[in-house]
Nanobody
Framework: QVQLVESGGGSVQPGESLRLSCAASGITFSIYTMGWYRQAPGKQRELVARIRSGGSTVYADNVKGRFTISRDNAKRTVALQMNSLKREDTAVYYC???????????WGQGTQVTVSS
C-alpha cells in the first residue's frame, strides 16, 4: 500500500518561512521523481517544484529563489523549504511521486498553507 503523508503546513505571516515534509512508504522511493504541487481555491493544481531521482530540480518561476526542494532517499522523505512567503502562496500543497516513463504516480492527501497578516 502506497502512502504519501505530508506535514508542516500551517498559518504564517507574509515574509515568514515554512518547511513541508512528505514521508513515503510502499514504493521504491529512490527511483521516483518527487514533486510538490499546490492548489489554491478556484484554481487548477500547479507544479511548485520537482526533484528527480538523480537530484536535478525544477521550480515554478514564481517560487524560484524562495523555495528549495530536497530529498533524503535513506529516510524516504522529500522536503520543501519555503522562505519569504507571500499571500499568493496560500494553497493546499500536495506531494506527488511519479515515474514519468511508465505513467505511474501517487498523491498525498495535502497540507494547508495559509499566508496572511
Amino acid at each position: 500500500q502506497v502512502q504519501l503523508v505530508e506535514s508542516g503546513g500551517g498559518s504564517v505571516q507574509p515574509g515568514e518561512s515554512l518547511r513541508l515534509s512528505c514521508a513515503a512508504s510502499g514504493i521504491t522511493f529512490s527511483i521516483y521523481t518527487m514533486g510538490w504541487y499546490r492548489q489554491a481555491p478556484g484554481k487548477q493544481r500547479e507544479l511548485v517544484a520537482r526533484i528527480r531521482s538523480g537530484g536535478s530540480t525544477v521550480y515554478a518561476d514564481n517560487v524560484k529563489g524562495r523555495f528549495t526542494i530536497s530529498r533524503d532517499n535513506a529516510k524516504r522523505t522529500v522536503a520543501l523549504q519555503m522562505n519569504s512567503l507571500k499571500r499568493e502562496d496560500t494553497a493546499v500543497y500536495y506531494c506527488k511521486a511519479e515515474i514519468t516513463a511508465s505513467g505511474r504516480y501517487y498523491w498525498g492527501q495535502g497540507t494547508q498553507v495559509t499566508v496572511s497578516s
